[in-house]
């Protein structure tokens, strides 16, 4: 099985450019979660899709910051225009139940904005 | 608010010693607990998971936790350390806020193991 795939694994843009993130959960996996790290603080959860649909956007920083995932399957996130708080690693994560019960990480995109 | 607390943010072990990472948690709910592992360059891994039953859980590689309802506590345990095992721990629970499930973590704990 095909785990979560994330890319790019590193990205360095400088602040006021756009930045894209792409993760692909394991095929059937109706939940997909975007989760972030900061400055080696803990991981925060950003948001959570079931199949196309928003579930819960409720850790979404700002309005620079936008998700989608098409047909239910692949995700983005767009950071535009990002800023220097911005860099730390996002993570991916995938799971058939929405409990929790068997979430699958990726291995994370670490953004560098400067 | 709900929050997961790790206490060792960095320890540094020979060989052979024996590990306790402490992890409590603030949550009023039923909780499902997690540790997970992040070795140098790879994804996140799952450990282990506590969801009912006995609180004393067996993972991957040796590590053990023990849920302590009372202490709100889940620590990570493994009897004896090998330089393998050199990688950041997270605690994590698994809350439903917000009418989703989303897992709140602890903010890692870096161990070092030397041969």
């Known amino acids: 099985e095909a785990g979560v795939t994330q890319f790019p694994s590193h990205s360095v843009i400088e602040k006021g450019q756009t930045v894209t993130l792409r993760c692909d959960p394991i095929s059937g996996h109706d939940n997909l979660y975007w989760y972030r790290r900061v400055m080696g603080k803990e991981i925060k959860f950003l948001l959570h899709f079931v199949k196309e649909s928003k579930q819960d956007e409720s850790g979404m920083p700002n309005n620079r910051f936008l998700a989608e995932r098409t047909g239910g399957t692949y995700s983005t996130l767009k950071v535009q225009p990002a800023e220097l708080e911005d860099s730390g690693v996002y993570f991916c994560a995938s799971s058939q139940e929405d409990w929790g019960y068997g979430y699958t990480f990726g291995s994370g995109t670490r953004l560098t904005v400067v | ?115």
């Open chain 2, 1 to 115: 608010a709900q929050s997961v607390s790790q206490h060792n943010h960095h320890v540094i072990l020979s060989e052979a010693a024996s590990l306790e990472l402490g992890c409590n948690y603030s949550y009023g709910g039923t909780v499902n607990l997690f540790w997970y592992v992040q070795y140098p360059g790879q994804h996140l891994q799952l450990l282990l998971k506590y969801f009912s039953g006995d609180p004393l859980v067996k993972g991957i590689k040796g590590f053990e936790a023990e849920f302590i309802k009372s202490k709100f506590s889940f620590n990570l345990r493994k009897p004896s350390v090998q330089w393998s095992d050199t990688a950041e721990y997270f605690c994590a629970v698994n809350a439903l806020m917000d009418s989703s499930y989303k897992l709140i973590f602890g903010s890692g704990t870096r161990l070092l193991v030397r041969p």
